[in-house]
């Protein structure tokens, strides 16, 4: 019985790209989440207005967690099938 070292290094490189991708989506949902409004009289020269910043990092935020979890829904696919 012999190893296939190929097919065995392939398979961890996938592995550590999956859950790279994971841990990186689910960090950048957390700062889309963290998005917030700036105050009146902190300085910030923001052009946009307070609630389209906050809508976007909603989405964004809400896109990201949505693609980690299709990620992690198709691996326990791949196991279970």
């Known amino acids: 019985m012999g ?5 065995l ?6 592995a550590a790209a999956a ?5 990186l989506l ?6 889309g989440f963290s998005a917030r409004p700036g105050r009146a009289g902190d300085g910030s020269d ?7 910043r906050t809508a976007t990092g909603t989405s964004v ?7 980690a979890g299709l990620i992690v ?6 196991i279970i099938a």
Do not use: M, Q, R
């Not at 859950?19 to 841990?23: E, K």
């Not at 923001?46 to 389209?52: A, S």
């Not at 829904?73 to 791949?78: A, E, H, R, T, V």
């Open 46 to 52: 923001d052009d946009g207005t307070p609630g389209t």
């Open 19 to 23: 859950a790279l991708t994971v841990v």
């Open 3 to 7: 190893i296939d070292w190929a097919t």
């Open 73 to 78: 829904c198709f691996g326990l696919y791949l």
């Open 9 to 14: 290094a392939a398979i961890a490189v996938v």
């Open 26 to 31: 689910v960090s950048f949902a957390v700062v």
């Open 61 to 67: 935020a809400v896109l990201c967690l949505l693609a």
